[in-house]
């Protein structure tokens, strides 16, 4: 890890040696067992609550601990650097807070955001669709109002938490109107006709369940529109702008965690009498691991204090998702490198780490749509 960390506060200092803590002795040594077996971590999730780490950048009044994001991104990197699954499923349940405690009126804030940040609730975010992924103003998905109530109907696709969430901060279509048509509602997870397909059997993140989530005339009070009717796309791009920054900082955390396993390997392992690790050949490799996780560390820190000053950062947290994630993917497999043939096998995590850190390059937007994130900023 991270010999030192800057932190602003004698409080974040104090968070951040809590969230270590618990990430070494709750939520790693459970990990690998977890992901082999498939098996959803819901019980890491209501510690996390319980500690009051599930909703850490939002304000006290509502139960969150009112950190900046520079701070709460750092304790993200910590639970990922001990367990991915739990770390991107905070970060989800964090972005499904979003458009709530941003966008909702007092009167739903006091309602409902203090059971969401305070513990036991987890929630999903429910944009995508099978053909709606980078494009998300062509959705189908549709919310007709019916008197006091909307009556909503289509299928969302790549859910995390799908079938496990409490709560979902839901996009569905209220016009035929393109991005205009989109609106933003606060979804019950256990309202009739909301249903789960089984799981997706993904190549990694196999603790965390992601599977197609199923609207079938679901019916909710007109009162859990978040904003007004035809916000719903500047509510999901808003949020997918902090999103990323909690990608970036889980893509760095993972990095890390893979850089730390190859360097206390490459000073066991002797070859020729000596630790591999006083070779120049795989000394240079461990350096530009090292350089790569630093060098995204910053990246994603900058575009936090952008953030917690006011200023905008929407170009700096796509540049911040597309250099973690590429240099997370590039670390992992390095690490394998360094290992060896034991690399290749799951009796080391590194194996592990790199088929995570694939997925991070592809959701919350892909790498691809980040550069053109970037590249629009530039005109």
Same mark, same amino acid.
């Given at each position: 890890m991270p010999a030192e960390r800057l932190l602003p506060t004698q409080e974040a200092e104090d968070l951040i040696a809590l969230v270590k803590e618990i990430a070494r002795d709750e939520l790693k040594p459970h990990a690998a067992d977890a992901e082999e077996n498939e098996k959803f971590p819901r019980e890491a999730f209501r510690l996390l609550g319980r500690s009051g780490l599930l909703g850490l950048p939002y304000p006290e009044e509502f139960g969150?601990?009112?950190?900046?994001?520079?701070?709460?991104?750092?304790?993200?990197?910590?639970?990922?650097?001990?367990? +991915?699954?739990?770390? /991107?499923? %905070?970060? /989800?349940? /964090?972005?499904?807070?979003? =458009? %709530?405690?941003?966008?909702?009126?007092?009167?739903?804030?006091?309602?409902?955001?203090?059971? +969401?940040l305070e513990g036991e609730l987890l929630g999903g975010y429910a944009l995508s669709e099978s053909q709606a992924g980078s494009d998300p103003a062509? +959705?189908?998905?549709?919310? /007709?109002?019916?008197?006091?109530?909307?009556?909503?109907?289509?299928?969302?696709?790549?859910?995390?938490?799908?079938?496990?969430? !409490?709560?979902?901060?839901?996009?569905?279509?209220?016009?035929? !109107?393109?991005?205009? =048509?989109?609106?933003?509602?606060?979804?019950?997870? !256990?309202?009739?006709?909301?249903?789960?397909?089984?799981?997706?059997r993904k190549m990694g993140l196999t603790g965390s369940i992601t599977a197609q989530l199923s609207f079938d005339d679901v019916r909710f009070g007109t009162d859990r529109l978040i904003g007004s009717e035809g916000d719903g796309l500047k509510i999901a791009l808003s949020a997918l702008d902090s999103g990323r920054l909690g990608i970036a900082a889980c893509a760095v955390g993972l990095a890390q965690a893979a850089l730390d396993e190859a360097v206390a390997y490459a000073k066991t392992r002797t070859q020729f009498g000596r630790p591999i690790i006083e070779f120049q050949g795989l000394e240079f490799l461990l350096a530009d691991m090292a350089a790569a996780v630093e060098s995204a560390r910053a990246t994603y820190l900058m575009a936090a204090r952008r953030r917690d000053a006011g200023l905008p950062f929407r170009q700096q947290a796509s540049i911040a998702k597309l250099v973690a994630t590429d240099a997370a993917m590039k670390v992992t497999t390095d690490a394998v490198q360094v290992l060896g043939g034991a690399g290749y096998t799951r009796d080391f995590p590194v194996e592990r780490y790199m088929r995570e850190a694939k997925v991070l390059q592809i959701f919350e937007g892909t790498n691809q749509i980040q550069r053109l994130v970037i590249g629009r900023g530039l005109r």
């Open positions: 969150g601990g009112a950190q900046p994001y520079e701070v709460y991104l750092q304790a993200l990197e910590e639970v990922a650097s001990a367990w +991915m699954t739990v770390a /991107v499923g %905070l970060s /989800v349940h /964090v972005m499904s807070c979003y =458009g %709530l405690a941003t966008f909702g009126t007092r009167e739903q804030q006091d309602r409902w955001l203090p059971e +969401m062509a +959705m189908s998905t549709r919310a /007709v109002r019916k008197g006091p109530e909307y009556v909503v109907n289509g299928t969302k696709a790549w859910i995390t938490h799908a079938g496990a969430a !409490d709560f979902y901060t839901l996009m569905a279509r209220t016009s035929p !109107d393109g991005g205009r =048509g989109i609106s933003c509602f606060l979804a019950p997870g !256990d309202t009739p006709g909301l249903s789960a397909s089984p799981a997706e």
